[in-house]
């Protein structure tokens, strides 16, 4: 039986982007599915996802009823992956940060790992265009920081450009993942890392949005800050 793999995206006002990322993603290998989980767009993504699934069945959207989170999107989409028995799955972004074209190494670098992990440093080497140096540098030491705290030796621990084995997310209780925001990044790799999984990184290059607005706000940077010293000290109590 051929492997099948699906890509997560969330979805929040990105009806600009949605029928541009789509086709770019489902041409990169035929096994490649998508899931759209929408929180109730406003501006009509919802709707224009089920339009497109309707002409193509490698499309599937999951509808909820507002804006929930980065977190528990994911974890909306990695239950139903698993429930309808995907080998691999991704998690990507909506607004081209993520280059579908990176889709492929995945799919081969995964062969030979548990997880993979589209890096925007790895080896200490930056490889994002377009953001303001206040940002870059603000995403550079939040993953020092994640670093140190957890000891995960992961240079890129808060990026958001994933491939997942289906067994690591069956290990995982995905009921017991707390994070909402950029820290749900942090929490899933130090739980598969506890737990035995392989990480692998790859060589990302990250563009940031020119369509739709950005999802970044204060509240997600603070929900990162408390929520990284708390991990240290559930793997330390043997919680995760």
């Known amino acids: 039986m051929p492997e099948r793999a699906l890509v997560v995206i969330p979805t929040y006002n990105e009806a600009v982007n949605l029928p541009q990322i789509l086709p770019q993603v489902l041409e990169q290998d035929p096994r490649l599915e998508v899931l759209i989980v929408d929180d109730n767009s406003p501006d009509g993504?919802?709707?224009?996802?089920?339009?497109?699934?309707?002409?193509?069945?490698?499309?599937?959207?999951?509808?909820?009823?507002?804006?929930?989170?980065?977190?528990?999107?994911?974890?909306?989409?990695?239950?139903?992956?698993?429930?309808?028995?995907?080998?691999?799955?991704?998690?990507?972004d909506a607004d081209f940060s993520h280059d579908p074209r990176h889709l492929k190494e995945f799919l081969t670098a995964i062969q030979d790992a548990d997880i993979v992990l589209g890096s925007r440093y790895l080896s200490g080497?930056?490889?994002?265009?377009?953001?303001?140096?206040?940002?870059?540098?603000?995403?550079?030491?939040?993953?020092?920081?994640?670093?140190?705290f957890t000891g995960v030796r992961i240079w890129d621990l808060t990026g958001g450009f994933k491939c997942?084995?289906?067994r690591v997310l069956e290990a995982i209780d995905l009921s017991q993942v707390?994070?909402?925001?950029?820290?749900?990044?942090?929490?899933?790799?130090?739980?598969?890392?506890?737990?035995?999984?392989?990480?692998?990184?790859?060589?990302i290059v990250f563009v940031d949005r020119t369509e739709g607005q950005s999802k970044m706000n204060r509240a997600?940077?603070?929900?990162?800050?408390?929520?990284?010293?708390?991990?240290?000290?559930?793997?330390?109590?043997g919680r995760i």
């Open 164 to 166: 997942f084995r289906r």
């Open 125 to 148: 080497k930056v490889t994002i265009v377009n953001w303001p140096m206040s940002r870059l540098m603000l995403s550079y030491f939040a993953n020092v920081y994640a670093r140190w």
């Open 45 to 92: 993504t919802g709707r224009m996802a089920d339009e497109m699934a309707r002409g193509n069945p490698r499309v599937h959207v999951l509808h909820r009823e507002g804006k929930l989170g980065l977190g528990t999107a994911y974890i909306t989409g990695f239950k139903w992956a698993l429930k309808e028995g995907y080998d691999f799955i991704f998690e990507m």
């Open 178 to 203: 707390g994070s909402n925001g950029y820290a749900f990044q942090i929490e899933m790799s130090v739980r598969a890392w506890r737990k035995g999984f392989k990480i692998r990184e790859i060589p």
């Open 220 to 237: 997600i940077v603070r929900e990162a800050v408390w929520k990284v010293p708390r991990l240290r000290l559930m793997a330390w109590f």
